[in-house]
Every structure is written in structure tokens, then in C-alpha cells.
């Protein structure tokens, strides 16, 4: 219904979805702001089923609101219970979950695809999205322990980017190499010290980037399994970079070279 | 004293490092974590003061603890208690805040300074300290309304590689671009869009890279009276990149340069 106030037992529903277990049942999540909403309008990848607006919005939110598009009505305060954040914005986005498939990537070249090895923190993973997203990734692979990319914190440190990047998700190791060898993909592991110059990185059209778990790294299996391993030349006494940070400069090398 | 144990007045006083005013008042923080203390134990920038360590890791930690440095033992309790992390490592350093200044300092080139305007996140300001530190780069200076960087926030991001960094605090725009133009820096003001592309940075020995709040950017008195500004060249949907992610690719881009 559009204009609806948001009763009670819906507003228990929402709630729940700050909750993996009941975003997993209900195969969907929230989005907070008006970043994610203009991205998920834009993008259509995880498509929006309500929205849910507090009063001093409404009219802003109506305005952008796609025909037959649920819009909820509810008090400030109704939406400072349901947000995640400090200062609400005033608007959240009720959106779908999808599970892409590594069966239905049709690749054009040239192409790079990040996989991502158990990722533990939500504001990585976010700014991860991010920044793939700058760089115009728009695949990410995911392992099977990798933090949820649908709580609301992965999703506000994405910027609201994570609407333009399919999440493939519970991707095992053997799956990676599998595509990679059937799609002519070169695999890069990203290690913090012994492997190749970052800055030496050859040219190849089609990449996949593979970044490890925040203090543990890649997986033995992974590491050896790639066609090669690259660090970050340092100059310095930091004995690692966030993950984040390293995802980044592998982005920008590799974004240069093709 | 060695050994002794932590009172109570003393838990006291330790809990409310934890706030800035306290911490401004009494000139020190804390650090948690062997991390962070073999950090403090290797650089000297922010002497130690005093260590608080539980009973599990009283004999780890007296092994590294310099002679005549007072370690103060607690319940596990107790330190979970002084502790901001979910799950405390164990060992606490209190340590020493120091104010250094810009005339102190004496140029070796080739040389990369950060100035920091007014970012707020603790996170990214850890985080951007972290790959300071992987880089080589060894100050940064920081705006007067910077977040507090002896925040726990702000020290557990930059997994300790803070105690490799010179902070100069309440740095001003007139004092940053003085200081460039007796010293001979270059200034390069860091921007979202319409920059030269950060790929076509010429070489300098002598650099200061400029990055401002995570959404208002650099204010407009500093962007207009840097040498030269640049953005980083994206292909994709995103508006911006997460300021530490832009601070690691000029990071990347300079120390490849000299």
C-alpha cells in the first residue's frame, strides 16, 4: 500500500531482520539512507520490495517512489527503533536477497572478479564493495565463513554500492579455480610478504583478485593453487595492511594494466 | 612498582582514559594488546608509562617489559573491565601522549607527509596511520577538528603501527602550506572528481598529500591553494572512494615515484 502507516507486528518483522538467521529465512535485508535507496533504484540487482519512511521524508521519498512500490509510513521515533543507526535518515529500503551462481557468468573481456576468503569484518567487506564498484567490478565471490554482506553495517560502509555488485555467495576454493580455468582467468593471490611486486604485475585481461581473512590470510589451499602470489611493496615498519586497503591497491594496479 | 597489584582508585582512573578529556588532562592513553605493545616497545614516539596485565599474561609480559617500567597485575575481571575489545588481550599500556611540532622538524628528502582535514571516522583515521606506516611515511599532520587519534578506536585500526607515527595535532591550512613553502613540498590536494589523474603524477622528492572529511571532502580554502589536485581514475557507479582508500593509492602512487 502506498502511504500506509507501518503497523506494529510489521514493525517486529523489520527488526528482526538486523538478525542473519530471520534475513536468511525472509530472503531479504535493509538498506538505510537515501544513498542506498537512489543506488538500489538504479540498479535493480536486489530489487526493492518496501520502503518504510518516517513523516518529515514522506514527501521526498514519495516523489522517487516507483509506481506500485509499497511505501510505510511511521513517526520518527517508530524509525529510530527499526534503523541501525545513530542518526537515522529517514528513510529504509526493504530489499531482496539473490543468490547469483558462478553456472550463469557470461564473461566478457576484459574482466576481474575479487573472491574473498572468510572476510570476518562487515566495514571491510563494505568498503571492499566500494571500492569495486569505483573500479567497476561487478563480481565478488564469496567463501563460505565470509561475514554476511547484508547486515546494515557491511551495507553503510558500501556507500550503498553493494546494489551494483553481484554477490555470489558460499563459493569454495575448488569452485574459483574451476571457472578460472574454464574462462581463461588468471587467479592472484594476495599475500603480505614473499610474493611478486604488485608494481610487476603482467598484463591479462581476465583476473581474479583473492584476498584472505583479516589476520590469517588465504588459505593454504588457495595460496599454492593460484597462477601467483603478489605483495605490496612497503618501505616501512607495518608488518601488514587492512584488507581493505590492500583489495584497493590490487584494483588500481590491475585496472591500470587493462 | 612491579608486580604490585591494580587497585581500585587506579581502575578508576584507567576507565576514564577511555575518555578524550581525561586523556587531554592526564597526557595518556591507552593501547591494548601485544600488538600495540610490541609497537610501543620498539618505537619510543609515545613512551610507556605503565603496563596493566592480567594474571593469564603477567609471565609473557614481564619478559618484554623494560627494566623499571611499572607493571600492574589484575583479574582477568578486572582488565575485561579497563578493556574496550570484546574480547581483551590480556595486556593494557598506558603510554605517553607528546605533542610534536612543526618546527621541529628537520627534512631528509625524499619525504611524504599526510594532512588529515577534519576526518571523523576513528577507523579510517587507524587505518590510514597503518599504511602510513607500511609506506615509510612517518607524519601526518592532523586538523584541529580531526578525531582524537589516542582514541582505542583509532589505535586498535591501526593495528599499532600508531607508535611508528609523528602526529602533529590542530594543524592549521595556513601553518600546512607555510610550512611547504620554506621547506620545498609539493602539495597535493586529494579530490573525488575533476582532479589530474592520479596515474600522471609527476615526480617529486617533496610531498604532501591532502585528504579531507569522509562526505564534505577538503575544505575549499585548502583545495584552492594546493599546488596541484588529483582524483583517482574509476570506471564504475561509485561517487567516491572511502577516504583510507584513497590515502593508500596516492600512498601507493608517491612511494612508487621516488
Request: hydrophobic letters at 40%.
Amino acid at each position: 500500500m502506498r502511504g500506509a502507516s507501518l503497523s506494529k507486528n510489521h514493525e517486529q518483522w523489520l527488526r528482526a531482520l538486523h538478525r542473519k538467521k530471520h534475513r536468511r529465512e525472509e530472503k531479504c535485508f535493509l538498506a538505510e539512507g537515501f544513498n542506498s535507496l537512489g543506488a538500489a533504484l538504479e540498479s535493480h540487482l536486489y530489487p526493492l520490495r518496501e520502503l518504510i519512511v518516517d513523516d518529515g521524508h514522506k514527501d521526498a521519498v514519495m516523489e522517487v517512489a516507483p509506481r506500485g512500490l509499497p511505501v510505510l509510513i511511521c513517526s520518527n521515533k517508530t524509525l529510530s527503533r527499526i534503523s541501525t543507526e545513530e542518526t537515522p535518515q529517514g528513510v529504509i529500503a526493504v530489499c531482496s536477497e539473490r543468490a547469483f551462481s558462478l553456472g550463469e557468468i557470461e564473461v566478457s573481456a576484459p574482466c576481474t572478479i575479487l573472491y574473498l576468503d572468510r572476510i570476518s569484518d562487515p566495514g571491510n567487506l563494505g568498503t571492499i564493495l566500494r571500492t569495486a564498484a569505483w573500479f567497476g567490478v561487478r563480481r565478488v565471490f564469496l567463501s563460505s565463513s565470509c561475514v554476511d554482506p547484508f547486515s546494515t553495517k557491511v551495507i553503510r560502509s558500501s556507500a550503498g554500492m553493494i546494489f551494483f555488485v553481484e554477490l555470489y555467495r558460499s563459493v569454495s576454493g575448488d569452485e574459483v579455480f574451476r571457472f578460472a580455468e574454464e574462462k581463461k582467468f588468471r587467479t592472484i593471490a594476495a599475500i603480505p610478504f614473499g610474493g611478486d611486486s604488485l608494481r610487476r604485475l603482467g598484463r591479462a585481461s581476465r583476473n581474479i583478485i583473492l584476498l584472505g581473512h583479516e589476520r590469517e590470510g588465504l588459505s593454504e589451499e588457495i595460496r599454492t593453487r593460484a597462477d601467483l602470489a603478489v605483495s605490496i611493496p612497503g618501505a616501512g615498519t607495518a608488518e601488514s595492511l587492512n584488507v581493505a586497503v590492500a583489495a584497493s591497491l590490487l584494483l588500481y594496479e590491475i585496472s591500470g594494466e587493462i
